[in-house]
Every structure is written in structure tokens, then in C-alpha cells.
């Protein structure tokens, strides 16, 4: 890992009541990398992410964007700041079209609505959604709403995109081109990626790099190839099979 | 043209200017009757538009809004009492003195997290406490109620807002379009966009940027200044104030009825509710006046109400709006 990290976590804590959701987590994500989060469920992978977007404060510990303090920051002030992020349930706004949920993230750079839409159409045709753009959210199907997801989290030119499980009931050409499009999109805007992934095919294919968490506390970090023979990944998580 | 749902098609915007050319000419040739119930439609048309603001566009219920038409009315009216002031330099204070209290109910709102229907029992308490606090002013002519000089009724002086009903029907109908004009640039603007993400999820729309709490202050802005100007029109038309009536929180209520009806969130929704419900109830009460049978007016709207809404329960515009204008290919917001 080289140089100042793009995004760094030291010591951070979440507690809800009486559950500690997230235990002395730190890791940083370099610049331009594509990173997993890995863990089963619960692992606090999630609260992780809403820790880094805003959506939560942790009880304590740092978070920082390029060496500046993000804890106690407004979400959308962490969006400005250049984190896009996608949910994992994913929270189109339901009153509006494909292209208008867009640009609402295109309005965060921009005031000049022919811009947005513009800027909009071309994540649209990035995602394969070209052809929907007018449609009622509603009538889109769950494939469709996740790649909606992200083309509004892209429209926020984050320098740091956080996607929950976006490929999740995907079917296995679907995840390809998925793969593909992010692929892609690192190497052209050298946009950072950390994705929470259950689809071990796609983790293993997309990350250079993966931190694996368990009851919250980080428990391996590496390479593909090093968390696929790490002990305590595999009695946590991927269990034997996956040797 | 395609783009924005809130951009109008040629066909309607003819069919919008036909309409405004009957209203503007219907003085000429219609009876003093029908010139009230038009420009009673009007008002609730425009009342519907502000309070529409809040409610349709960014998602924040107001059952008090009858508290910033009254702050309007009295400021406005004190002035004009007191001081000789007319009112178009009064809404240089009844603006303000709405917006200011709206923001502070915002305020209180937004920055302690109380929303949905917590938010609209806020509201009904600051309209009901305004209300208490008004009964006891007694420059404010508390429960004896504040009046206004009328000179006369035919001469007509437009700065101090004195004369024949068409005048008044000509200034509400002026604000109504007016308000109209100024919500369709509203929602073509980031402002608007800004908006409904915040009505449709909150908390996806500050994760994707949005300033959720400025935009919601944004939002009871301008609601509660168009509704300061339309209390300063109703109680230069009305010519008295009462606390009770004022503030009543039936009279909140009501104001919502034509937006509902006409259809949340849509540009012309509130017009179209306004003058489907108004002109109904009179036409209600011209019909079941000789029964004598005490509240079958209020009986035979309520039927009338529930039933629209239980048929068309979007509103009637954007339904009517599929029909007008089949070529739209988003009905997700109709205009």
C-alpha cells in the first residue's frame, strides 16, 4: 500500500445498546484500489458503512477522507465530500423516474438542471438503463433498481463509492456485467471502490484487496489468495469448500 | 418536449390559456353570485397551492396553515387600522412575520427530528396557542374581532385594496396564476428535484447529497409567505377578523381538501380540487335549502368528498391529466 490512504478508519466503535456492532475496526482503502468487505451476516458490515457515510456516528474512533475528519458530519455533507454510497435495500425515490432519481444525485455538483439530466443520461447508458429512463421506478425490476442505485450514487462523482451488495439476486450474467461496468469505471475515472459482497465469485474477481469482519471486529485483511486460506476466515465464513 | 413531467405539452398549455381567458373575461357577463363562488374557488385554489408546497412537494403535513393566513390577515389589517398603512406595503410585514413563525416551527421540527404526523400536531398547536393568545390582545380587537373601514364598495382604490368584488376577484385570480407560475419554476428547479427526494425518502436523499434540513426550511419559506398573502387578501375582502375564526383548526383542514382531492404534489391538482369542491358545496346548499333540514349541506358534501376520493384516491387531476394528455409516457407526477 503506498502513499496517504484515501479513506482511513482508526479505532472506531458502534454500540447499539447493549450489542457491539462494530469493535476497533481500522483499515485504510488506497486510492484507485477496489476493496471487499467481507463477513457473514451481522458482521456489522452495513453499520460500517452507514459509520463512514454519516447515516451513524461512532461511539469512538477516527474516520477520515483524505486525511480529513469525517465523524459528526451531515450525510450529505460526506456525499459532497465524495462518498456515493448505494443501500443494500435499496431506497429509490419512489415518486420519481430512473433519470429524475439521478439526478438528484447529478444536482449535488450541479445547479443547472439540463446539465444534471445530461450528466444523468450518460450514467444511465453506463448502467444499460438508457432505454428506461422515463419509467416509474415502480415498474422497474429489482435488477434494474440496483444498477439505479448506483448510477444515482455515481452521480454524485464520489471519489469514493461504498456498494452494498449490489449484486445480490443477480443472475450469474448479470453479475458479469456488473463486473464489467465497474471495471471499467475504476480504470477510466480511477474511482475508488469498497463493496459489501456475499457473491464470493464477484468479490474474488473485482478486489485487490479484502478485510473480512466477524462480530465486528476485523479479523483478516489481504489479498484474495491470503483470506481464502486464512484459518479463521474459513471457520467463520467461507468454510473448507472454498479451498 | 420531453424531459421533466412538470413541463407542460402544447395542447395544455392552450388548453390553459382558454381557461384563463373565460376567468378573466367571466366578470363581463356573469352575476355577483357566481363572481363569489368563483373567487372563493379561487382563493382555496391558491391556499391549496401554498399549503401544496409544503405537504405535495417536499412531504412536510401542515394542519395549521389557517395560523399563517391569520398572521397575514392581522398584520396586514393592524396596519391598515392603526396606521393608515395599506396593504401592499403591509405584506412587508405580514410576509416576514409568516415566514418567521413558520421557520421557527420548522426550526423546532427538523432540528429535534419530529416529523411525519408529529410534525402536523406541532402545527395545530402553534394555530390553536396563536389563537388563545389573539382572544386576549385587545389592540388586535380581540374576541370582539378587528374591522376594517369600508368607504366604499363601488369606487374602486386598488392601493388600498378597497372596492367592488370583481377587483378582488381580479387580484386572486392574478395570485393564483401567479402562484401557479411560481410553483412550476419551483419544481423544474434543483430546489424541486430536491424536494421530492426528500418526500420520498429522507434519508437516500442526504446519503445522495441533498441538504435535507435547508431544504425543508426552503419549503415552509415559501409556503408560509404565499400564505401571508393570502391572508392579507382575505381580510381586506372579508373586512373582519375573529381569533376563532382565524385560527380555527377546521379552517386548516379545510384549505387541504382541495390539493387532496385535486391531487398531491401535482402542479394544477389544488386549481382543479378548488373548483371542483367549492362550487359543489354551493351547489349542495342551493339545492337542500328549502328542506330545512340543519347540516344535510355539510352531510352531502362529506358523501360527495369521500366518495371522489375513494374513486380517484391520487386526486382527480392526475388521473384527468392520463386522460387530456394521453402522450405523457411518466405518469409517476402529473403537472
Known amino acids: 500500500m503506498s502513499a ?28 484507485g484500489a477496489i476493496v471487499a468487505l467481507i463477513g457473514p451476516n451481522g458482521a456489522g458490515k452495513t453499520t460500517v458503512f452507514n459509520l463512514i457515510a454519516g447515516m451513524l ?30 443501500f443494500q435495500i435499496v431506497r429509490p425515490f419512489n415518486g420519481m423516474t430512473v433519470e429524475e432519481n439521478v439526478m438528484v444525485g447529478a444536482l449535488a455538483r450541479t445547479s443547472d438542471i439540463a446539465t444534471a439530466r445530461r450528466h444523468a443520461l450518460e450514467l444511465l447508458e453506463l448502467l444499460e438503463l438508457g432505454d428506461r429512463r422515463l419509467a416509474a421506478v415502480q415498474s422497474i425490476t429489482l435488477p434494474d433498481r440496483k444498477r439505479l442505485e448506483v448510477a444515482r450514487a455515481l452521480a454524485t462523482r464520489p471519489k469514493l463509492l461504498l456498494l452494498d451488495e449490489v449484486m445480490a439476486g443477480l443472475r450469474p450474467t448479470e453479475i458479469d456485467r456488473m463486473l464489467g461496468v465497474f471495471r471499467r469505471l475504476n480504470a477510466t475515472t480511477g474511482v475508488t471502490i469498497l463493496l459489501i459482497e456475499h457473491v464470493m465469485r464477484a468479490v474474488m474477481a ?38 | 418536449m420531453m424531459g421533466s413531467p412538470y413541463s407542460l405539452p402544447r395542447r395544455a398549455k392552450a388548453a390553459l390559456a382558454i381557461i384563463a381567458a373565460v376567468l378573466v373575461l367571466a366578470p363581463l357577463v356573469t352575476n355577483n353570485y357566481i363572481i363569489s363562488v368563483l373567487t372563493m374557488s379561487l382563493y382555496y ?15 412536510l403535513l401542515s394542519l395549521g396553515h389557517a395560523l ?6 392581522y398584520a396586514s389589517a393592524a396596519l391598515f387600522v392603526h396606521f393608515g398603512i395599506g396593504p401592499w406595503a403591509g405584506i412587508f410585514l405580514a410576509v416576514p412575520l409568516a415566514v418567521a413563525v413558520g421557520c421557527f416551527i420548522g426550526f423546532l421540527g427538523f432540528r429535534f427530528a419530529i416529523s411525519g404526523v408529529y410534525f402536523a400536531l406541532l402545527t395545530i398547536a402553534f394555530a390553536e396557542f396563536t389563537r388563545i393568545i389573539f382572544d386576549h390582545v385587545a389592540w388586535l380587537g380581540a374576541t370582539e374581532g378587528l374591522f376594517l373601514p369600508v368607504s366604499s364598495r363601488t369606487r374602486i382604490d386598488l392601493p388600498n385594496l378597497r372596492g367592488p368584488s370583481e377587483m378582488f376577484y381580479y387580484v386572486i385570480l392574478t395570485l393564483t396564476f401567479l402562484a401557479l407560475g411560481i410553483c412550476r419554476w419551483l419544481m423544474n428547479s434543483k430546489l424541486g428535484y430536491c424536494w421530492r427526494a426528500i418526500r420520498d425518502d429522507p434519508e437516500a436523499a442526504a446519503a445522495t447529497g441533498v441538504d435535507v434540513f435547508w431544504c425543508r426550511m426552503a419549503a415552509v419559506a415559501v409556503s408560509c409567505a404565499a400564505s401571508g398573502v393570502a391572508g392579507v387578501w382575505y381580510a381586506f375582502y372579508y373586512n373582519n377578523l375573529f381569533p376563532e375564526i382565524a385560527f380555527d383548526i377546521g379552517k386548516s383542514v379545510e384549505l387541504t381538501f382541495a390539493p387532496i382531492v385535486g391531487g398531491v404534489g401535482s402542479l394544477c391538482g389544488p386549481i382543479v ?12 346548499t342551493g339545492a337542500t335549502q328549502g328542506l330545512g ?36 409516457r411518466c405518469h409517476a407526477a402529473a403537472p
Open chain 1, 206 to 243: 473485482l478486489s485487490q484487496h479484502i478485510i473480512v469482519l466477524h462480530h465486528g471486529e476485523v479479523i483478516a485483511t489481504g489479498s484474495p489468495e491470503e483470506v481464502k486460506k486464512h484459518r479463521a476466515v474459513l471457520d467463520s465464513y467461507l468454510g473448507e469448500e472454498a479451498l
Open chain 2, 45 to 59: 385554489a391558491y391556499v391549496g397551492q401554498a399549503w401544496n408546497i409544503m405537504f405535495g412537494f417536499a412531504g
Open chain 2, 293 to 328: 333540514i340543519e347540516g344535510i349541506k355539510q352531510f352531502g358534501w362529506g358523501i360527495a368528498v369521500v366518495s371522489i376520493v375513494l374513486l380517484r384516491p391520487s386526486g382527480v387531476w392526475p388521473w384527468l391529466a392520463q386522460i387530456l394528455l394521453p402522450d405523457r
Open chain 2, 273 to 284: 380540487g378548488a373548483f371542483l369542491l367549492y362550487p359543489l358545496g354551493e351547489l349542495i
Open chain 2, 68 to 73: 399563517f393566513i391569520g398572521i397575514g390577515s
Open chain 1, 4 to 31: 496517504a490512504p484515501l479513506l482511513s478508519l482508526r479505532g472506531v466503535f458502534k454500540r447499539f445498546r447493549g450489542l457491539a456492532a462494530v469493535t476497533d475496526v481500522s483499515f485504510d482503502i488506497p486510492r
Open chain 1, 57 to 86: 456516528r461512532p461511539d469512538a474512533g477516527e474516520i477520515a477522507l483524505e486525511g480529513a475528519s469525517l465523524v459528526g458530519k451531515r450525510a450529505d455533507v460526506i456525499c459532497k465530500s465524495g462518498i456515493g454510497r448505494t
